[in-house]
């Protein structure tokens, strides 16, 4: 964090309120929320959905409890398909 910060001087307010008790927060979301269970899309869909719900998605997690594949920082062309049990990384209020 401190190196980032110390190359971009914008990002001292991300990390604030990421770090402060009353800021924003990571929560894993329902792939539901976003998109019909097992519909290819790609992950700029994803990202244009939570933007609109005021969130920021960052990334996904496939799988069940034991078996998770997490994905950070998809790219926005990269195709996906989420099934019921998925779920969305965002940054979020609530």
């Given at each position: ?62 799988g ?8 950070i ?11 019921g ?10």
């Open positions: 964090m401190i190196a980032q910060v110390a190359s971009n001087r914008a990002l001292a307010g991300v990390f604030d309120d990421l770090f402060d008790s009353g800021g924003a927060e990571i929560y894993l979301k329902p792939a539901t929320r976003y998109l019909k269970p097992d519909t290819r899309t790609s992950f700029a869909t994803i990202l244009a959905i939570a933007k609109e719900r005021g969130e920021v998605a960052i990334g996904y997690a496939k069940n409890v034991g078996d998770v594949v997490t994905r920082n998809p790219r926005k062309n990269e195709e996906v398909v989420l099934s049990s998925d779920r969305v990384i965002v940054i979020a209020d609530c």
